[in-house]
């Protein structure tokens, strides 16, 4: 069972590569892991690794501190090789809190397993793709080929930003461009124009946020 807390559980999404550990017996050189945890966020963070089954396991520096837009490795070795562990599936839990705060802001879960050989675990198996069918037409209009290519004179299409995405973007630009009240008092335009401080941390903030859904969309 994992070691009971009474702090309650955050939200906080939790960054861990890989998802999962595999062991072989047969294998010394896998009896190591390496689980790799990432802070991505602006203040830095406390964390925790607990398990289901901590005899088992050794694990180099279970609770640390990672700092912002940073990473850390957490050694993870199995130290309880036998036939009665193969194919038993353990869990670590990677629980995180913000620096000096004892609330869990979140929280992971990796799987560990034992195999006996390295070539003996089967490969994944492969996914089935289907045909789509268009609706409103019958099964026997579209016929999909393999060697169908895009006609040259029409590209395929890429993502990108919207229409409104590109106009709020444009919007925000304008209205950090305006001058502030009170403090650029020098300019001719009315005093309709003259934009609040809050305001234009309010444009600012969406435009920082435009700017990261066309990053994912470009992804």
Do not use: W
Not at 162 to 171: E, G, P, Y
Request: with cysteine; charged share 25%; hydrophobic share 35%.
């Amino acid at each position: 069972m994992f070691h009971q807390t009474q702090l309650v559980d955050g939200k906080l999404p939790v960054f861990v590569f890989p998802s999962s550990l595999t062991f072989y017996s047969d294998d010394q050189s896998t009896h190591k892991q390496v689980l790799t945890l990432y802070n991505p966020y602006d203040f830095p963070l406390r964390f925790k690794v607990l398990c289901t089954t901590p005899r088992k396991y050794t694990v180099v520096e279970a609770e640390g501190t990672i700092k912002e837009k940073c990473c850390c490795d957490i050694v993870i070795r199995h130290i309880d090789i036998c036939i009665n562990n193969e194919g038993i599936k353990d869990k670590f839990r990677i629980q995180v809190v913000e620096h000096g705060q004892k609330k869990i802001l979140g929280r992971k879960e990796v799987i560990s397993v034992l195999l006996p050989k390295r070539e003996s675990s089967p490969p994944p198996p492969e996914d089935n793709f289907m045909s789509m069918q268009i609706p409103g037409r019958g099964r026997d209009t579209v016929q999909p080929s393999s060697s169908s290519r895009h006609a040259p004179d029409r590209p395929m299409r890429t993502g990108g930003p919207s229409l409104i995405i590109l106009l709020a973007a444009v919007t925000c630009i304008l209205a950090l461009m305006l001058p502030t009240q009170g403090m650029d008092g020098s300019t001719s335009l009315p005093e309709y124009l003259h934009l609040s401080l809050h305001q234009k941390l309010i444009a600012a903030y969406i435009l920082d946020f435009e700017d990261l859904f066309d990053d994912e969309d470009l992804a």
